[in-house]
Each structure stands twice: as C-alpha cells, then as structure tokens.
C-alpha cells in the first residue's frame, strides 16, 4: 500500500511542512489565489528526484520557485499541491577558473555567485535585473540584462544542465553529461519554461573575466526624429557591450546609454560619445541602468533590431490610442528587447487598448508582445501571449515532458515556453 502522500514526501529526507496560512512561501503572490497543501525545501538533486516521484504518484501539482522574483511572471498556476523551493539548494559545487567555467546548485543567488567568482576576477554576464534572483530561476525566466548585446543571453552562457523530470527521473544535457533525454537540447529547451517542463537543480555555466574597466557615454533626446543611429552605435569599432534606452513617458523625450568595457574603455566611450554628438564619458551608469520599469504591470516586446525604432514609435502610437496612457519604456535597443511598465492602476479596458493596437502593429515586423505582470483585475481580461505560433510544437513537449500536466499547470499557454519573435537574442 502506497504511503499518504504526506508520509511519501518526507521519505524524501527535505524539511516538507504543511502550509500554514501565514507561511511567506506558501502565499507568494506569483500563486495568485492559490495556497499549497505543502512546501518542500530540498537540499539536493536527489531529494528533489524522491519529492517529484512522491508527486508523481499521488497525482500533486508541483510549483519550482527558487528566489521568488519571477514566480510571479506569467499566469498564476491553476493548481499547486506542493511549492518545491530550491533556496537551500545554494552551493558552488565547482568553480574551474582556468577553462573559465562553474557548476552551481539552482538555488545559488546571482549576488552571492557574482561574489565567489569576483574572487578570481571572474562573472557570470547576465546582469540580472531583479535583486533575489537565483540562477535556477534566473535560467527559468531566461533572464538576460544590458550586456545580453556582448555576451549573450541564459541560453548562451548555460553549457550543462541537470533537470528533474515530472516523474522524478533525472537527466543531463551539456557538459558534465550523465545522461541525456534524446532528440532534446535540455538547457534550450528549459532556459525560460517558467518550471513547466521540469525542475532546474544544477547548472554548468560558461564565465567571462572582470573588465579591466568600465565607461558609459548618454545622451538625452526630445524624440524619436532626434534619435542617433543605434544600429551604427552598437555595430562600430567601439564595441559597445551595451545600448540602453530609456523613456519616461512613450511619447516624450528619451535617454540613449553605452556601455563600454575593458583596458581602453574610456577612449573608446570617447570615440563613441561623437557618435551621439559629443555625449559625456562616465565612470558610473546612470540610476536607471539595468533595472526593470516597473513591476506591478510588466510588459515584454521583442521585435528584430533593425526594427526598434519602428517599435518605439508603435508604443507611442498604442499609448495614445489608449487614451494617453503613461507607459515607461526601458531596455535593450541593439538587441531591440524592451520593457514596458503600465500605471498598475490603469484601467483594464484602456490596458488591453494598448494590447491589442501595439500588437497589431508589431505583427508587421514580426514581432511579439508579452504580459508578464498585471494587476488582477486587468489579468483577468487581458491575453497575455497573444497570437502563440508554435502552439502545436509547444504542446507535443509539455506532453512528452510532463504528460500528466502537473507542472506549473496554465503558467504558460499549453505549459511550454513562450516562442520567441526573432529578437536579436541569440538562440
């Protein structure tokens, strides 16, 4: 006879506690209205394995949440059993500084990795924009920040990867292979499935040395006839490691920033800063860099670079279609992936206005439009995906990675990631 599924979760040998309702976990407001039956805090790959077996068989809905930051990113789940934390899951399990690479726990803080490597000189370059994150979750989100121009995305910098399944197999892809799911690239496939498709435990990551030094030029413009030409910003002999804009209000003047890294640093921001007519050189970023607009109402556009400025000027068009709706604009111009914050109070119907005009308009240049934070009255209105081209494909890995559908149920349309519009990211 099978054990009561709370007695086979404390098999695992993780603290397992019912949630109680004043348990911060347990009321994290990514679960929307939703509280667990149980939280576990596993300290290993195979504690997770055991708790995802005991899962398995008493049919429990499972939600990974590592830091919490992003729990809330996406739909709330419908279901959610056991809210499975990886934050005592933070251990370095292996830096090797001289190939440049470490194999961490999903629940290391990218703050407390960005310490342990400072050490050697070394980082690991994403620029994550939410304090608290956790390399699981930051790879969950694929979480990239400024420097996504230079180095890359989650996706770029992820070389091995070890998941629990939703049966509790474990399995391995990349470097320090065990034992892979064939026919799947697991670190891919993972990198930015919210916890639908599996449970992130390790991961092998590629690292890059400290810069020497740092340097960043800004300039502000009254508009977008204003603009200086991005695309020969970040494609010139200055090598920019980043192109950041930031606009306060979606029709009003805005910011362009670099940044530059690395022993001549300075000159090359110099050189650079003629490109944006004579900008001033900085040894610090200004206070908006790297940091998201807003995150009560959060929104995602991605769209090809040479199509950003044509997708600046379509929020401003949205905006004002939606009555003037104050939107703050924020992000990565090269790599043409930008954050749109909306009032939290914003009226639903005015909210999906804008949706659904700048959707519209960025379907002409194939791109797409995420909803990852809204208030509830204005979720419960909106579709947060928009049109899901790869629906079908989406579909056929939830089913062949978790059948029953008990991971993350409804966090993302039919459980997989989302498809990504050919934003400049390199996949």
Not at 45 to 70: C, D, I
Not at 188 to 214: D, N, Q, Y
Not at 258 to 285: D, M, N, Q, T, Y
Not at 385 to 407: H, I, N, Q, S, Y
Request: include cysteine; charge should be neutral; proline fraction near 9%.
């Amino acid at each position: 006879m099978p054990l009561p599924p709370e007695e086979a979760l404390a098999a695992s040998g993780a603290e397992v506690r019912a949630a109680a309702p004043d348990d911060a976990a347990a009321r994290a407001p990514g679960l929307g209205r939703l509280t667990p039956r149980w939280v576990a805090l596993p300290e290993s790959t195979g504690q997770v394995a055991t708790l995802m077996r005991a899962a398995a068989e008493h049919g429990l809905a499972v939600v990974a949440t590592g830091g919490g930051t992003k729990l809330g990113w996406g739909a709330p789940p419908d279901r959610c059993d056991l809210l499975l934390c990886t934050r005592r899951m933070d251990r370095v399990l292996e830096h090797a500084a001289g190939d440049l690479v470490a194999r961490v726990q999903a629940g290391v803080p990218t703050e407390a990795l960005a310490g342990a490597l400072a050490s050697s000189g070394q980082e690991l370059a994403l620029d994550v924009p939410v304090e608290g994150a956790t390399v699981g979750g930051t790879l969950a989100a694929a979480t990239a920040g400024p420097r996504r121009l230079r180095y890359g995305t989650a996706r770029d910098l992820l070389i091995g990867i070890t998941v629990v399944l939703a049966d509790g197999t474990v399995a391995h892809s990349g470097g320090k292979v065990v034992k892979n799911v064939a026919g799947y690239d697991l670190g891919k496939l993972f990198t930015g499935s919210l916890g639908t498709l599996g449970v992130i435990t390790e991961a092998t990551v590629r690292l890059h040395p400290l810069p020497a030094a740092r340097a960043w030029i800004g300039v502000t413009v009254p508009g977008l006839d204003a603009l200086p030409d991005l695309a020969a910003l970040a494609g010139s002999q200055t090598e920019p490691s980043a192109v950041e804009i930031d606009r306060p209000c979606a029709d009003g003047p805005l910011t362009v920033a670099a940044l530059f890294e690395g022993v001549a640093a300075g000159e090359r921001a110099k050189a650079a800063g003629e490109l944006l007519g004579g900008a001033p050189v900085a040894s610090e970023p200004p206070p908006w860099w790297g940091r998201l607009p807003g995150e009560e109402f959060l929104l995602e556009l991605r769209v090809r670079p040479a199509f950003a400025v044509p997708a600046l000027a379509a929020v401003a068009r949205a905006a004002r279609e939606a009555g003037d709706l104050p939107v703050r604009v924020r992000g990565s111009a090269a790599s043409a992936v930008l954050h749109l914050a909306l009032p939290s109070d914003a009226a639903p119907a005015r909210a999906g206005t804008f949706v659904s005009v700048l959707r519209s308009d960025l379907a002409a240049h194939g791109g797409r439009l995420v909803v990852w934070t809204a208030p509830a009255d204005a979720a419960d209105r909106l579709d947060r995906w928009g049109p899901a081209g790869a629906a079908t494909l989406m579909r056929r890995v939830k089913e062949r990675f978790d059948p029953g559908g008990r991971l993350s149920p409804g966090r993302l349309p039919t459980g997989g990631p989302p498809p990504e519009a050919g934003s400049g990211e390199r996949a």
